[in-house]
């Protein structure tokens, strides 16, 4: 065992260690709540599931990769205002784009009244699974899409040339060169897509679209069975496992770094009629995906602003920012040892299986963590009442539980695996030549990780904290549950405004998260920085 | 290392940070009430509390179903005092998650009527909303309207909308039918109103009320305060649909209209229930009361206290004349059947 070792096993029982308290369920016998939702509801919610899902993924990858494409591979006018704008959407909870485009779309909302000016007497129904599908594709392509776009800015243009040389078309190069040498990127990309979807239960739940999560907050609030809800939760677990391990499959030993010397191409202009559509295909994403939302948001806050600014929106957001800022440190520090076990030489089962393990938290709905965590910390804080005794602390016994540390904690072991996914495809594509070259120098493994590898995956480390921060940020059900008390952040203001069908009070808190968010990518991009470089270097 | 070794300091002085914001209040006398209800104007009145009897009040709000869970895992620990929720049969199944104590209080009991209580004190009902008709005055006449089981006449076929099954008042009302016709007569009237829908249900109730008067459907089921909230909405779109819309309140002449509470009661392992009950008496008290039920447009449970101008100029309500204990009884049951029948 080295360092690496010992901490990814230290990280990994972090994890693991709450999630056995939801494991139970599999000792307990089912009971006739589970016979009634085997019998009249399963069926469906995995019919439905596998639709919203199947939806989802199509339509994100062709959004997402191909503006990607467009952005790293042609010049345009206003490519550049676009290349860190397209990742706007991620930074619109899907919970508030589906409430924004549910009103904007009801009877009395401003897409409905400006159809009906213009003398189309029509009423788009948004509360559907086609409503579901845009809604979602639109605010999570911005996971392919960054990814696609770091792999593909990276990609040396020597394979496409070596293709085009051997007599390939351009589209049979796209599809046989560029499309599978930027894999593992679109696909870690696609992968939080489906995950993010199947956790959400926001905007399933106001849609009434009867998917598995649903089904698992149904057995729970309406049924009163968290025993079944966990039972389907592991359930979905194991659906997720599946997914990945295909991929792993189809993945194989396939190596995507090669040792060609980078290479890179100017961007190819784009003129005429080409040049319209790739414009308008990406202008269109991004009015539907953020333009549109924000605006709507803007008018929400200008009706109620004056109802809206005060202490608790302050508080909110100064928790809101602090919350994601401590967790996505952690994650970053957790998933570079994480990562850097992965990625040692001897590889066995055991070792891979403690991995994907010890990033489960992302496939687990958020509330079923927040149980498995809030036990933890009722165990952990009663194991500690000596402690709390030794300092004064008299009385109170859930000293953690009730504090924001319990908070923190449950973020970490939720987003872990996106801090992971976004190093660990850096490391791909780095290869792991330097760092061997440093140990055989004599370098140790903490060295070496400081300094030859840190300034080599820097950009997968911006990422990874962007995108940490901005999955926190949004966070709803882990931060309603488990937030102490008289405590806000932004997402549980705005939640609770939009559950109390008052979503435009809930415009100047929405304006604030997605402000900060963006004010995250926008400073990022502009100081040229990061994973943006490349994307840059050229023009 | 030195760089490591100062960002390994940098983080656990951060984790400390976080790790201090417990604990300030010790001293302070105060109660910790878990609540569903979240409205700006409830902090009113806990200031108010505050000011008058030095007791400060600490919420976490969060959803029912959640709140119940969190009390359970938390056990005999728990922080909290008070369990506030929203809807009866949330508030039996956390009675009968032993989650509350029996409070015997003169002053409760005489501030509450008794159906609007649970009877050995495990939890007082705070504010009453009932669950009504909603129609287009153009497409439906007052005369057509009588009772919910006469919505599943073949003449409404394709004019209803309501919520969906997974909606708690979707839930209570069908409970509130069982407790009233029994199980098997309850299930046909559910078949029947399904059979009448307009659309799956989908959306909240606003929606509904929304697609009224869009010409989707003739009549909605909804709750009367959501009608006051829209009536006050900051969109101007909205009043003008609440302005168009008409309220029935059903049932009138024979069992009257299905009425739930928002209710609390006092946690089992509370750690401060002599204080916790004045929160109780406060807020059933006559003074709050007007405030407490106008944050939402809902109806005072004190008898004495007169609702809101708009609810009064809706007439007065004949409520369902059932102990509101046993929509509890029947929710897991009204569920079970909503989700047989395929009620979306």
Known sequence: MNLFGIMSFVIGLLILIPMTNLLFVLFVPTNPIWEHIRRYLLLEYIMNTFILVSGVTLISIVIGYLSAYFISKYQFFGRKLLSWMLVLPLAIPSYVAGYVYADMTSYTGSITRLMMTMGFNMQINILSMMGAIFIFSLTLYPYIYLLSLSGLSRQSVTYQENAMLLGASPWKTFWTVTVPLSRPQWVAGTLLVILETLNDYGVVQYYNVRVFSFAIFNAWFSLGDLIS?????????????IIIAIEKILRGNKQFSLPVK???????????????????????????????????????????FRTSIDMKLLNATL?????????????????????????????????????????????????VIAVAVHILFVDLDRLLVPIYRLIGIEQRTLVLTMSAVTL???????????????????????????????????????????????PLIYPGMISAFILVFIDVIKELPLTLILRPTNYHALSTLIYVYARDEMIQHAGLASLLLIIISALLIVGLTQYRKGMFKDVYSND | MKKASLLMVFLFSILLITGCQFGNDQKERSITLYSERHYDTDQVLYDLFEDTYGIKVNVISDEADKLISRLQNEGSDTEADLLMIADAGRLERAKSLDLFQSIESVVLNEQIPESYRDEQGLWFGLTKRARVFVYHPDRVEVSELSTYEDL?????QGRIVTRSASNIYTQSLMASMIAIKGEEEARLWAEG???????DPQGNDRDQAKAVVSGVADLAIMNTYYIGRMLHSTDPYEVEVAQTIRIFFPNQETTGTHVNVSGAGVTKYAKNKEDAIKLLEFLSSEVAQRAFADANFEYPIHPNVVPNELLTSWGTLIAQDIMLSSLGTHSAKATLILNEIGWK
């Open chain 1, 229 to 241: 809800a966990i039972r389907l939760s592991l359930y979905l677990l194991f659906f997720v496992f």
């Open chain 1, 262 to 304: 980078p290479k890179f191409r100017r961007r190819n202009g784009l003129r005429g009629w080409k040049a319209w559509i790739v414009m308008s295909f990406l202008w269109i994403i991004l009015g539907s995906g953020f333009i549109i939302p924000v605006i709507q948001l803007i008018i929400y806050a200008s009706q109620t």
């Open chain 1, 319 to 367: 928790n809101s920012i602090s919350n994601a800022v401590i967790s996505a440190i952690f994650v970053l520090i957790f998933a570079l040892f994480l990562a850097n076990f992965a990625r040692t030489r001897h590889q066995n089962i055991i070792k891979k299986l403690w991995i994907r393990l010890s990033n489960l938290g992302y496939a687990i709905p958020g509330a």
């Open chain 1, 408 to 454: 923190v904690f449950a973020y970490i072991l939720r987003f872990l695996s996106i801090g992971f996914n976004s190093i660990d495809g850096q490391y791909d594509r780095i290869g792991s030549k330097f760092t061997e070259s440093a140990y055989m120098l004599g370098s140790s493994k903490l060295e070496a990780l400081i300094r030859i590898d840190l």
């Open chain 2, 152 to 156: 599943t006449h073949p003449r409404w």
């Open chain 2, 193 to 199: 109103l399904v059979a009448n829908f307009a659309r």
